[in-house]
């Protein structure tokens, strides 16, 4: 009969559980947890330099693999420090399993040293949550926070554990077998009929892909579905990577900053098939505006989806591979011609991007330099902003969950984090990050955990010394009053990043910067560049914030 | 003056009772009622007691129908401490007992 303490009960569940990387920070309260974590001879443990940094470590293994990660923090500032990050799974649906230490329960809601209310404070922003109270609950709760991380509609679950719970002694039977992710359910076949029967029926249909597709694992269904019947396809920031960025069906990121054609061409379609995705407000404007001609099929493994913002004519409650396999047989093979020409028309009216882009020095130049210097098989993250918005427009994507970006959320610091998740989850993998001067000052520490575990991550620094989107909604919406979006002193990272014992390169002012970056893509290690971005370089098109999606204001071909 | 609109809110034919069962924990009413707080439904009544053997409680919940009912049952049975949500209009009648007795003993 193993006998053993709440802490060590934990660590021997994570083993249990395949789980072989752990990121986190050790402190009063999660000591006990860190001793047990150190006789683990399966789990390697990352340590961030901040509780926030390790969330999105741990968010980078999880959004790549699509298998919940977990990360550990201590109580008070630990546990605070650690929200963002779990706020952030929260809303693009990552599966994560934090465990937190708190107080002793003899302490608990005395305001002790170090104390919140982590199971408070955690209610709003987790799928669930628990404050464990005796340390026999923890052979049922780890399992069931496994389980439900990765089930359904998958989300981060906080387990605050009370250091004497952690030092608690239990005996026990046996373990319990690690519970298996729920299998996802199909849908009835009548409304899949009824859904078949729209699509067969439509003229001008637009595919309209989230996250929720990728979570699914259905973007092969979802592109056989667009195949067969000759369906346009758009995707949201979250969707990227369903369908490669060059398939001829594809219309790239729909909404606040997608190209002109494709905002316009759903604004003309007949029927919206929306999987995956839960209409927000980047993605469709105004609400009320939104492709105001279209009937609208809503698949979606999350039940309260379906109808919460746009009702849906047809829902399916069901997960986006079983729906699209379940869908496939009641459709019809159809190129839709006419469909496809008009969408080919709009393109050409209004051309994604123009010669000039690419221009040396320019964003979208560097962005396609960094790809096909990375190769197809790199796993990008980004931060918020700017850069954001530019790679989302111009990374070629070839593949799900090639693509980790903060979309809910938009935390900036999430980029140089995530990517060292990702970097540990897929080793052999090339990675890059891209960030913005203002973002990768949010979680800059982390160039040490990147150095010190040796993650061969490329930084790329999209640097116009302001925070740039900011400042552009200043210029469009707020009469160029700029304030407080540009930094008055100039920060060299390049510099930082060799204080931080990490190879750096600075792009500014040399004379051949294309063959600079060549040779800093091609460092074994960790690598930081600096690439200086023009102020005034502005991410276009740009519906404002609560208008119509057919309100676009700036680039070339502006209609407004 | 505002005992009387009080009243007519009691008689309003678009009140309705949802009757949750629920797992006994001191957690759950936060759970329940941070959930009507941030999403922004409309929540009038609550009153809720241990069931059973204390594992599970029942929570009766006084809420407008016109008011996103539909999102709010969907939203409610997401939640992992929520094991039935019923709608009970029929309860509206029991709730409006509660409602007396607790304006009584005031």
């Known amino acids: 009969m193993p006998r053993l303490n709440g802490a060590q009960i934990i660590i021997r569940q994570l083993e249990r559980q395949g789980i ?4 986190g920070i050790p402190g009063g309260a999660n000591l006990p947890l860190y001793d047990a974590l150190a006789a683990s001879p399966a789990i390697r443990h990352v340590l961030a330099r901040h509780e926030q940094g390790g969330g999105f470590i741990a968010q980078g293994m999880a959004r790549t693999t699509g298998k919940p ?28 399993v934090c465990v937190t230490g708190q107080v002793s329960r003899s302490l608990l809601g005395t305001d002790a040293f170090q104390e919140v209310d982590t199971y408070g404070m955690s209610v709003p922003i987790t799928k669930h949550n628990y404050l464990v109270r005796s340390a026999a609950d923890l052979l ?19 387990i605050d554990v009370p250091k004497d719970v952690q030092t608690e002694m239990v005996e026990f039977e046996s373990w319990p077998e690690p519970c298996p992710v729920k299998e996802r359910q199909g849908e009835a076949h009548q409304s899949l009929e009824t859904a078949a029967a729209m699509i067969n029926q439509a003229a001008r249909p637009i595919l309209y892909l989230g996250g929720g597709v990728i979570h699914a694992g259905a973007a092969a269904e979802a592109r056989q579905l667009a195949e067969h019947s000759g369906i346009p396809t758009v995707m949201t920031l979250m969707g990227l990577g369903i369908l490669p960025s060059d398939h001829p069906l594809s219309l790239g990121m729909l909404g606040m900053h997608a190209c002109r054609a494709t905002n316009l061409a759903m604004e003309e379609s007949d029927l919206l098939i929306a999987a995956g995705v839960r209409f927000d407000d980047r993605a469709t404007g105004r609400i009320s505006a939104f492709c105001p001609r279209a009937k609208v099929i809503h698949v979606d493994i999350d039940a309260s989806e379906i109808g919460k913002l746009r009702p849906a004519d047809a829902g399916i409650t069901g997960d986006a591979r079983h729906a699209f396999a379940g869908l496939l047989p009641f459709i019809r093979r159809r190129q839709r011609h006419e469909w496809n020409d008009r969408i080919r028309q709009l393109q050409q009216d209004y051309p994604r991007f123009h010669a000039e882009d690419f ?17 197809p098989e790199a796993l990008i993250s980004t931060d918020v902003g700017k850069h954001q918005m530019w790679v989302a427009q111009a990374y070629p994507f070839t593949t799900p969950r090639q693509l980790l970006t903060s979309g809910g959320l938009g935390t900036m610091g999430f980029g140089l984090p995530a990517a060292i998740g990702a970097a540990l989850a897929f080793p052999g993998r090339p990675v890059v990050c ?32 302001s925070l740039g989107l900011v400042r552009q909604q200043q210029r469009l919406f707020y009469e160029q009053h700029y304030f407080a979006s540009s ?9 930082i990043a060799r204080g931080f014992g990490m190879a750096a390169y600075d792009l500014e002012g040399v004379d051949d910067p294309g063959a600079l970056l060549q040779q800093a893509m091609a460092e074994p290690g960790p690598c930081l560049i600096n690439v200086p971005i023009d102020i005034e370089e502005e991410v276009t098109p740009m519906v404002p914030p609560g208008a119509a999606n057919t309100t676009m204001i700036g680039g070339d071909h502006a209609r407004n | 003056m505002p005992a009387i609109e009080n009243h007519l809110e009691l008689q309003s034919p678009s009140t309705t009772i949802l009757r949750l069962t629920v797992n006994n924990h001191p957690g759950v009413m936060l759970q329940i009622c941070g959930l009507f707080a941030r999403r922004a439904f409309n929540l009038e009544g609550i009153f ?18 016109t008011d996103k009912l539909e999102q709010v049952v969907k939203q409610l049975t997401k939640l992992e401490d929520v094991l039935a949500v019923e709608e009970q209009a029929d309860d509206r009648d029991r709730v409006r007992e509660m409602e007396a007795m607790m304006a009584r003993t005031g």
């Open chain 1, 140 to 158: 049922t709760i780890v399992p069931k926070a496994f389980q439900l991380a990765g089930s359904g509609r998958p989300g981060p679950v906080l």
């Open chain 1, 434 to 465: 891209f960030s913005g001067d203002g973002s990768l000052l949010m979680n800059i520490q982390e160039l040490a955990t990147a150095v010190e575990q040796k993650i061969p991550v490329k930084i790329v620094v999209l640097n116009n010394q």
């Open chain 1, 20 to 23: 072989r990387i752990v990121s």
């Open chain 2, 48 to 65: 809720c007691t241990a069931i059973g053997q204390g594992e599970t409680s029942r929570i009766w919940l006084k809420v407008d129908e």
């Open chain 1, 359 to 375: 221009a040396p020095g320019r964003p979208f130049h560097l962005i396609r330099q960094v790809a096909r210097l990375a190769g």
């Open chain 1, 69 to 96: 990660a977990v990360c550990f923090a201590t109580s008070g500032p630990g546990a605070t420090n650690i929200m963002t990050a779990l706020a952030d799974a929260y809303l693009d649906s990552v599966p994560l």
């Open chain 1, 487 to 495: 930094y008055a002193i100039k920060v060299d990272f390049a510099t």
